[in-house]
């Protein structure tokens, strides 16, 4: 789901230039071009890894700023570049390792003022991989539970309010992958398992724009399978939640059909 929003290219801009101005007192480097293994000291590595990013080379930056902590690693210098590397992988789309670069760092400096940030990191490296709806939801669920792991630790940061806002766009996400799949059980003719799709959209995403086709798509189950008490039951919610909703107005139209003796209204 790769939105690059403008907040969230703000909040990383923000969150990497603070890190990125520690580093402009060490001049650039005269050839930023090399990501071998060459002993260099500390200020010249940084800076050639620094100026990559800024030329836009994210891939061969994240490898410069590896080389940082590789080289030398007791540096004050290291903990900068261990965060940058996540970064600069996120920047050169190799979320993977945006992920591992983001997650090591949390294992040695947990309590450091940048963890917010690098929880965030996680959690969009998980949100832009998120596929369509007719793909493996994996990636979708875990890009919820970093995101919501965001908000918990850190509610009152700025990464806690953009990750609030991907949550309902994941959740939406997620409750549009359970209508698929009800559908097509659906049209298989598969009526019970269908239902089952569409109350765990009713269940666990109600929030989300799908709920009242959710509602609806059950009175279309329920008549199916023989039972109208239950079609006249999600009728009613969906008329008491959504009135002015077409997707009211033809399940109404549905009962009456099917079902004249019991009253969506």
Known sequence: MSDRSPLKIAVLAAASGALLLTAGCAGRSGDASDTSYVARDVNTLYAAAKDRLDRGSAKQAAVLFDEVERQHPYSPWARRAQLMSAFS???????????????????????????????????????????????????????????????????????????????????????GKEMTV????????????????????????????????????????????????????AAAVLGSNYPDSRWYRDAFRLMNRHAPGASAS
């Open 182 to 233: 009800g559908r097509y059980y659906q049209r298989s003719g598969k009526w019970l398992a269908a239902t089952i799709r569409f109350r765990n959209v009713i269940d666990d995403y109600q929030t989300t724009s799908h709920t009242p086709e959710a509602l609806y798509r059950l009175v279309e189950s329920y008549l199916s399978l023989g039972i109208p008490e239950e079609a006249m039951k």
């Open 89 to 175: 992988y996120y920047a050169a789309r190799d979320y993977n390792k945006a992920i591992q670069s983001a997650q090591r760092f949390l294992s040695i400096h947990p309590g450091n003022k940048d963890a917010p940030y690098a929880y965030y990191l996680i959690a969009i490296s998980y949100y832009e991989q998120i596929s369509d709806v007719t793909r493996d939801q994996k990636v979708t669920d875990q890009a919820l539970q970093a995101l919501t792991e965001t908000v918990r630790r850190y509610p009152g940061t700025r990464y806690a309010a953009d990750a609030r806002l991907k949550i309902d766009l994941v959740n939406d996400h997620l409750a």
